[in-house]
């Protein structure tokens, strides 16, 4: 019996990296979708060529010339350099209102239609498009659905190419940890890199099955695989639910005829072949040691579900090693490093080797192979039907007769393939459950959709639309569209027949709860072929909460209303920055144009277009009556960066110009990710805070606790949240608003810095709330305005409000946060309001983490004059009067010294005979201070008062004659003698300590 099986391959190391710029490309991945600076113009029929110059002239653009087609003519944006997309969108918009033309666009590009990763290595990858993989990724790019297991040498978890594709793995090896599937050879993640390198990232390489499919990574050895780790290896995939194993190993066996007794290794592969398992084995590389049979290649003549691959060469021939056997499936890219380095196949290797070589041997054909079969199961094909869809699509131009042992029935033809077996119909949008999207049991939870007209997208492939039927809630859905369209076939009239689509439902009033979607297509035969996918999705409309709240609307809606949307009895109200007031919107007060759906002070709109996607990118204020479910038949906004428009301070006399904005998409956008288009061009977020143009801070509003605000790199555009952005340019700018998910969690709040304190103040009254604000100090901060000072936005009212006054630039700001330098004595001037006549108004205080270690705060009311020390109070309370203003506090911080005020030296005596007691109290004070001796009961209450005077520094000695206040005698048993010292500074000391009377 065999005890190790060998890999299947030859080595070659890679060269150092070579990388590809992206030119002018804004990221990695996309392409240009229009020539920057040209126009093109249709003009009307009669308007002659020099009305088309003259109109070209008052948009900034040049004639170049009239194409062959009448009346389509060229222009150009005249400009010193290149001119950028924005200028030819420019261009565009202008020209769109010259009454002389029927149509007016960018000259645009279409590209061909085969699928050219960024990866700066695949121009070295020939195997890829010599299986026309290019063309095969315009069908399908793989589905997340799909599992490759590999059982090989493991893989290099940490590979920046490779850890997106991968699933949790299994060391099958019998040495160390069964959950450590880390590779230490590099075969195993050569193998892995062939099926699964993710593709067009702008890294490394490109794999087979470009972005969707999954890797199961199984490591069986380090060299060899022994049968039991195999075993082992294969019962994981099994229970994994592998679609596909790749086996890249093999032993020579002695006849083409596997015995009648298998071993337990392959008669596992069979069993689960048997079950619909998908398996691609290496050939074997011993055609020059006398080409003698491989197992577990052979078992392809025993199951369609395993396939035996062979390798070919960059020209399609027959490698040199690769075994060439009657039961030869087909054959693959397996490269041939003898005729020179680049003539293997590149994947990805080891990290600490390069991360990526050369290799050759059936060990990279058979993985190519298992890549194709992916992508084929991912489009829809039945694991009974892939042996036939590989064989009758493969390429065999260089064979005599079909099949042949060197290659079986030819070179694996991906786009082939699929076109043949890739039929599908996959419903991608809205989430859901049901058909595809509870595949293979697994549980999602989805988001629920909020609109009452969801757009439903479908993927077909291989379909024509007029076989294609869509039933939504059980009836027939005739007015669906075509958009995506990647592939025609001609039919019988010459005609172009869309075959690979995405057929779209858009405004289709559904109820609330859950909907039905069934798709159902047929590729007529024979025999027919019929795909199905069903998706159930859950309608649940966005409610506003009852009372008040900062809110955005994610959806356009044409026509929409605010009362469309929450009746009558609300109130909507906006800040204006130009006009430094609230504009409020309430059918029951007065409808102010600048609280609309449509206000005319601003246009939000999508990137590259100048038409307005109002109220998407708006924030308002909202006080409702009762909960409001917004009822929208609006959709989603495409997924393009949107862009709000700032306005800066410039006239306005402030030193901030604050903006509401909303988010504009139905999913929370972080913070770090926004832009910001400036006088000196569209810049990040971080950049426009270091060159002064915004605050760092992003605010928003919580009816329990008042406004919150989170710092730059922290915190969100909320979805369906309004929040408020200070400009601190004077130029109005605007913010772009990609549609990036944040993919973190949302932060707790401010926590304690190492190297300082944070005092939280919070106020309250009248329902109301205000509780997000902060004083401290911290290392490296100034005592003047700086970074770590956050000012307020404005109130409205009814509010209560405490905050900071500060001075900036002359002139008066409100501050939720004001943090100072760490040395000295610090003062802060506390503002606290509300614009309730007559109401409580209560300011609270407390750490955030510990209290401010050797730091005396006392806090001053101007108008009582009274000082607290805020270590012994958490709370003071006022009444806002008739006439409501601000109540004026002052926070003073300072160090306590080591001569600080302290009670030592505490004795407590008692003597006395029966009937008559006395207690001596003696004690030292470290400086000059009020002092009050009391006695108090075990209970606390107060017994009698021993002394109450001013000392100076030195000892203190009393006696207490055992009276209460009112003169009699109290009775023995045990009492606390309670100290207390206050100095000049207000610093305040206490000391308690039991004794004992005795009568």
């Known amino acids: 019996m065999r005890m190790w099986l060998r890999l299947l391959t030859g080595l070659a190391l890679a060269g150092a990296m070579v990388c590809f710029g992206i030119g002018t490309l804004a990221q990695a991945g996309q392409r240009p979708t229009f020539v920057s600076g040209d126009v093109v113009v249709w003009a009307k029929s009669g308007v002659s060529a020099d009305t088309v110059r003259e109109a070209a002239n008052g948009a900034n653009c040049d004639l170049v010339r009239m194409t062959l087609m009448p009346d389509v003519y060229l222009l150009r944006v005249k400009m010193i350099g290149t001119p950028t997309s924005q200028d030819t969108l420019n261009a565009v918009d202008a020209l769109a209102r010259h009454d002389a033309f029927r149509w007016v666009g960018p000259n645009t590009i279409k590209y061909?239609?085969?699928?050219?990763?960024?990866?700066?290595?695949?121009?070295?990858?020939?195997?890829?498009p010599l299986m026309n993989l290019p063309q095969a990724w315009d069908i399908h790019r793989g589905s997340q659905d799909v599992v490759v297991a590999v059982i090989d040498t493991g893989v290099d978890t940490t590979h920046p190419d490779l850890r997106d594709r991968l699933l949790p793995g299994y060391n099958?090896?019998?040495?160390?940890?069964?959950?450590?599937?880390?590779?230490t050879n590099g075969h195993g993640t050569h193998v892995i890199g062939i099926i699964g390198a993710t593709t067009n990232n702008g890294l490394g390489v490109a794999g087979v099955t470009y972005e969707g499919v999954k890797v199961l990574p199984i490591k069986a050895g380090d060299a060899g695989f022994t049968l039991t780790a195999i075993v082992d290896g294969l019962t994981f995939a099994e229970r994994q639910g592998a679609n596909i194993v790749n086996l890249s190993l093999g032993s020579p066996a002695p006849s083409d005829t596997p015995p009648a007794q298998l071993p337990p290794d392959e008669a596992k592969i069979m069993q689960m072949a048997r079950n619909g398992v998908l398996f691609s084995i290496a050939a074997g590389n011993s055609f020059t040691d006398g080409n003698p049979p491989f197992a577990p290649a052979y078992l392809a003549q025993l199951d369609?579900?395993?396939?035996?691959?062979?390798?070919?060469?960059?020209?399609k021939k027959q490698a040199p090693y690769s075994e060439a056997r009657p039961y030869t499936t087909i054959s693959a890219p397996g490269g041939n490093t003898g005729a020179g380095q680049s003539e293997g196949v590149l994947s990805t290797y080891l990290t600490s080797a390069g991360g990526y070589a050369f290799e050759q041997g059936t060990s990279m054909a058979a993985p190519n192979a298992a890549g194709v079969m992916a992508l084929v199961l991912s489009a829809g094909a039945e694991p009974a039907e892939m042996k036939s869809v590989l064989t009758t699509t493969a390429d065999h131009s260089m064979l005599t007769t079909v099949p042949d042992n060197a290659f079986g029935y030819g070179v694996i033809d991906a786009y082939a393939a699929l076109l043949k077996a890739g039929i599908s119909v996959t419903v991608l949008e809205p989430e859901g459950t049901?058909?595809?999207?509870?595949a293979g049991g697994i549980v999602r939870n989805p988001a629920p959709v909020e609109t009452l007209a969801p757009v439903i997208r479908v993927a077909v492939s291989q379909i024509t639309p007029d076989n294609l039927t869509l039933t939504l809630n059980g009836q027939i859905v005739t007015g669906w569209t075509l958009e995506n369209i990647s592939r025609t076939v001609k039919d019988n009239a010459g005609n172009d027949v869309p075959v690979v689509y995405e057929a779209v439902i858009r405004d289709n009033v559904v109820p609330a709860g859950q909907n039905i979607i069934d798709v159902s297509g047929v590729k007529p035969g024979p025999p027919d072929r019929v795909v199905t996918d069903?998706?159930?999705?859950?309608?649940?409309?966005?409610?506003?909460?009852?009372?008040?709240?900062?809110?955005?609307?994610?959806?356009?809606?044409?026509?929409?209303?605010?009362?469309?949307?929450?009746?009558?009895?609300?109130r909507l109200a906006r800040w204006l920055p130009l006009e430094a007031r609230y504009a409020v919107y309430s059918p029951m007060l007065g409808t102010d144009p600048g609280a609309s759906f449509t206000p005319p002070d601003t246009v939000p709109h999508?990137?590259?277009?100048?038409?307005?996607?109002?109220?998407?990118g708006l924030a308002f204020w909202a006080d409702l009556e009762s909960l409001k479910p917004v009822l929208t038949k609006g959709q989603p906004l495409p997924t393009r960066s949107y862009v709000i428009p700032l306005r800066g301070r410039g006239g306005l006399g402030v030193t901030v110009s604050w903006n509401m904005i909303g988010c504009p998409f139905p999913y929370d956008v972080p913070f770090n990710a926004l832009l910001v288009d400036t006088p000196?061009?569209?810049?990040?977020?971080?950049?426009?805070?270091?060159?002064?143009?915004?605050?760092p801070n992003l605010y928003s509003y919580d009816g329990s606790t008042g406004y919150t605000f989170r710092t730059l790199p922290d915190g969100a555009l909320r979805a369906w949240e309004g929040h408020w952005m200070g400009v601190t340019s004077s130029e109005d700018i605007a913010l772009v608003v990609p549609p990036v998910r944040i993919t973190r969690s949302r932060s707790q709040g401010v926590t304690a810095p190492r190297d300082g304190w944070r005092l939280q103040l919070q106020a309250s009254g009248s329902g109301l709330q205000d509780t997000f604000n902060f004083i401290g100090v911290q290392a490296g901060a100034s005592n003047g305005q700086d970074l770590l000072d956050v000012p307020k936005p404005p109130m409205i009212s009814p509010f209560v409000s405490v905050g900071v006054e500060a001075d900036s630039q002359g002139r008066s700001v409100l501050l939720a946060q004001d943090i100072r330098s760490s040395t000295g004595a610090q003062t802060w001037k506390v503002a606290l309001t509300s614009d309730t006549p007559n109401s409580e108004v209560t300011l609270r205080w407390n750490s955030v983490g510990s209290w401010p270690a050797r730091t005396r705060l006392l806090l001053t009311d101007a108008a009582t004059g009274q000082t607290i020390d805020m270590r012994t109070r958490s709370s003071i309370t006022f009444q806002s009067?008739?006439?409501?203003?601000?109540?004026?506090?002052?926070?003073?911080?300072?160090?306590?010294?080591?001569?600080?005020?302290?009670?030592?030296?505490?004795?407590?005596?008692?003597?006395g005979t029966r009937g008559v007691g006395s207690v001596q109290v003696s004690f030292t004070l470290s400086s000059t201070a009020a002092y009050e001796v009391r006695v108090l009961g075990v209970d606390g209450r107060p017994v009698g008062v021993v002394s109450s005077r001013a000392a100076a520094t030195g000892d203190v000695q009393l006696v207490w004659i055992g009276k209460d206040n009112a003169g009699r005698n109290v009775p023995a048993g045990t009492y606390l003698v309670q100290i207390r010292a206050i100095d000049d500074d207000g610093d305040v000391v206490r000391v308690i300590q039991p004794f004992s009377l005795v009568r």
């Open 881 to 911: 009067g008739s006439q409501p203003a601000p109540r004026s506090l002052t926070v003073s911080a300072k160090p306590i010294s080591a001569t600080a005020l302290r009670i030592s030296n505490v004795a407590v005596r008692t003597s």
């Open 112 to 128: 061909p239609l085969d699928t050219t990763p960024d990866d700066p290595r695949y121009r070295e990858q020939w195997h890829l």
């Open 172 to 183: 099958s090896s019998g040495t160390g940890s069964t959950n450590d599937p880390t590779d």
């Open 434 to 438: 049901g058909g595809k999207a509870s």
């Open 606 to 616: 999508l990137d590259g277009s100048a038409v307005s996607g109002v109220p998407v």
């Open 304 to 315: 369609d579900h395993i396939i035996c691959v062979a390798a070919c060469d960059s020209k």
């Open 680 to 695: 000196e061009g569209r810049i990040t977020i971080a950049a426009a805070v270091s060159r002064g143009y915004v605050l």
């Open 534 to 570: 069903t998706r159930k999705f859950m309608v649940i409309p966005r409610q506003i909460p009852a009372g008040r709240s900062l809110i955005s609307i994610p959806y356009r809606e044409d026509g929409a209303t605010p009362e469309s949307y929450f009746g009558t009895t609300f």
